[in-house]
């Protein structure tokens, strides 16, 4: 069974910084593609960012040079860290299994919360 456990959310001013995490656990981690997605409010599920199994990554433009997904293969969990966050970051944020958005199973999520 897929398990994925999401961690790290808060309330942060804008400008600040949030470090996400994810544990995985029911499926071979380290040869798996991995996402985060959030749904903003008032809007739909967003893709956010993939790392790949090779380590490849890839991430939407709103979130380049501001987001950074990594991963501990050793440690079976995904991380996300948040900086430079706006008030349009606010959302509930998933980590996902696969590379297919919308992605079929995710997390039951972390709220992140830009506000001043």
């Known amino acids: 069974e897929v398990r994925l456990v999401e961690s790290g959310g808060g309330l942060v001013q804008p400008g600040g910084s949030l470090s996400l995490s994810c544990a995985a656990s029911?499926?071979?981690?380290?040869?798996?593609?991995m996402m985060w997605v959030r749904q903003v409010p008032g809007k739909g599920l967003e893709w956010v960012s993939t790392?790949?199994?090779?380590?490849?990554?890839s991430s939407t433009g709103s979130v380049a040079g501001r987001f950074t997904i990594s991963r501990d293969n050793a440690k079976n969990t995904l991380y996300l860290q948040l900086d430079s966050l706006r008030t349009d970051d606010t959302g509930m944020y998933y980590c996902?299994?696969?590379?297919?958005?919308?992605?079929?199973?995710r997390g039951q999520g972390t709220q992140v919360t830009v506000s001043s």
């Open positions: 029911g499926f071979t981690f380290s040869s798996s593609d």
């Open positions: 790392i790949y199994s090779t380590g490849y990554i």
């Open positions: 996902a299994k696969g590379q297919t958005f919308p992605p079929a199973e």
